[in-house]
């Protein structure tokens, strides 16, 4: 160390301590949405997942069945679920998207898919909060959603896939328009 000049000495020792920083503090973070921590940050933007369509089978429910405790809190999730399962059972296409409404990407979707053409009542176009994702158990039973945002397509025949991270109305409303028209 007694050959490198003192600058050089203190160029280098910056560095370290600014790649220790970089470790410690300052690396962005996986979000909590898929669970367990650690793991890969969410992928690029519109990264559309390799899935295979997976159908996916309406709940048999009688209307009188009584409304699951957990629903009876929050009634928005309640009415959210029984619009969910009455779509499956009359097989309209839906696109459900499951956001973190901490992260601008997931709020960025819920306003895009706001906007999505509802295909004059063929189609069913939700957000939800990724905290609700096990109410959605006649969706997600087959599709795996583990990161926030990720937008579920449905199709009219109950094939199911994904869309991982932000996709723009457009994208959506497209993708929508090709499983209506199945």
């Known amino acids: 160390m007694s050959q490198v000049s003192r600058p050089m000495q203190i160029l280098l020792g910056a560095t370290v ?14 979000s909590d949405a898929g669970g367990g921590g650690g793991g890969s940050a969410a992928p690029p933007r519109a990264a559309v997942a390799a899935t295979r369509a997976t159908p996916v089978v309406a709940p048999r429910t009688h209307r009188s069945a009584p409304t699951p ?4 809190a929050d009634p928005l999730l309640a009415r959210q679920v029984a619009a ?13 998207a499951f956001v973190d ?15 999505v053409s509802r295909f004059g009542g063929r189609a069913l176009t939700l957000s939800v909060p ?21 937008t579920v397509i449905v199709a009219r025949d109950g094939r199911a896939t994904t869309i991982v991270g932000f996709a723009d109305r457009f994208e959506i409303q497209q993708r929508l328009a090709d499983v209506v028209a199945r």
């Open 84 to 96: 969910v399962g009455a779509a499956l059972r009359r097989h309209r296409a839906i696109a459900i």
């Open 17 to 30: 301590l600014l790649a220790v920083a970089w470790l410690v503090a300052l690396r962005p973070k996986p």
């Open 130 to 150: 990724i905290g609700r994702l096990s109410s959605f158990g006649a969706i997600t039973r087959e599709v795996q959603v583990t990161t926030a945002p990720t």
């Open 101 to 115: 409404l901490g992260a601008a990407d997931s709020r960025a979707l819920a306003g895009e898919l706001a906007h």
């Open 69 to 72: 405790a957990r629903h009876r």
